[in-house]
């Protein structure tokens, strides 16, 4: 898939997938697999956010972690800047951290319990050898806290001193201390309270204007994203359903898991209403995932024979708008 109208893109994820082998009996053969992700494709280009959203298990944070090969992928390219991210050795791999961060979920789990803030963020700066001198590691450090809002005086600090929203800035803190490119924020915000997650979410754009950063933002909501997304990539049992800009696709949304999605965002004026559109039954399992459409089990539109036997591939319904629909491309 092209972007049209857009630069050389920093980013190329092609055909992705990522299956998980279940595992039983005494051999401890393979049983079955989780189907995790399955053909996901996109581009970024550096500057954007690309906004990733869809229910828990459709595979947004695998994908995430696929990209940075946090988790190896089972199949498909990986290309950042030019390089195959896919085919990297390990000493490679560790060149390319400085390029690619993550901040995680849970401020609470992610930070050691047992570093100081300043070891924690520091960590990063010694195993790529970032500063030559005490003093300069230490001066970055507090140049690091007081770039995400905090200040010199929690260096020597404990992660259980501080409130979540703190230790996210602790988390962003330790991801920009290598100056990336790019920034996988896997539900980076989906922990804290909704006051909260505004001001991280402002700080991630300030911090993006300030460094040209890159940013891919997992969320399971869509309100989340809306705001900080260029474009966003509605994903459904694996895979991408939708993909358009962040305005395309919340003022004429084209797949019908979007539009179900979009009508459960609440509209701040009371004024305009939306109709709000129940999906039947729960997403199903991605071990056995539907055939055909993966959506089809509970699409409000769907067209059988068609929509039960035929993937839809992920094409361009309008210019650089891409849907994965029988009748919506
Ligand atoms: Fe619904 Fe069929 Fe479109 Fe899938 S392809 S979203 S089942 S109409």
Redesign the pocket.
């Known amino acids: 898939m092209t972007t049209t109208n857009l630069p050389e893109p920093l980013l190329r994820v092609k055909n992705l997938v990522k299956h998980f082998p279940i595992k039983g009996g005494l051999l401890g053969r393979e049983l079955d697999r989780v189907h995790a992700v399955d053909g996901v494709s996109f581009e970024l280009t550096a500057g954007e956010t690309l906004g990733v959203v869809g229910e828990s298990g459709c595979g947004k944070s695998t994908t995430g972690r696929c990209i940075l090969r946090l988790i190896e992928p089972t199949s498909g390219e990986v290309w950042f800047e030019g390089r195959n991210v896919t085919a990297l050795d390990k000493t490679e791999l560790r060149a390319l951290a400085r390029d690619m961060q993550i901040i995680f979920q849970d401020p609470y789990a992610s930070l050691n319990p047992r570093m100081t803030v300043g070891a924690i963020i520091g960590e990063a700066l010694i195993i790529h050898k970032l500063t030559r001198t005490r003093a300069e590691f230490e001066a970055r450090i507090v140049e690091l806290l007081e770039t995400v809002g905090l200040s010199a005086d929690h260096m020597r600090r404990f992660p259980h001193e501080f409130s979540g929203g703190q230790r996210q800035r602790i988390g962003i803190a330790r991801a920009l201390a290598v100056s990336p490119k790019l920034i996988v924020c896997d539900e980076a915000v989906s922990a804290l309270d909704v006051s909260i997650q505004a001001q991280v979410i402002n700080l991630l754009e300030d911090l993006q204007a300030k460094f040209g950063l890159t940013y891919i933002f997992i969320a399971h909501d869509l309100s989340v994203v809306e705001h900080i997304s260029t474009r966003i990539a509605v994903m459904y049992l694996g895979r991408i359903?939708e993909l358009a800009t962040a305005n395309a696709l919340y003022t004429r949304p084209l797949?019908?898991?979007t539009e179900a999605l979009l009508s459960a965002v609440p509209i701040p004026d009371p004024e305009v209403k939306r109709k709000r559109i129940v999906l039947q039954g729960d997403v199903p399992s991605p071990i056995h995932p539907p055939t055909?459409?993966h959506?089809?089990t509970r699409?409000p539109?769907?067209?059988l024979p068609?929509?039960s036997t035929e993937s839809?591939a992920l094409e361009q319904a309008a210019d650089g708008h891409w849907v994965?629909?029988?009748?919506?491309r």
């Open positions: 359903v797949h019908p898991y055909g459409c959506f089809h699409c539109i769907r067209q068609l929509c839809p994965a629909c029988h009748l919506r």
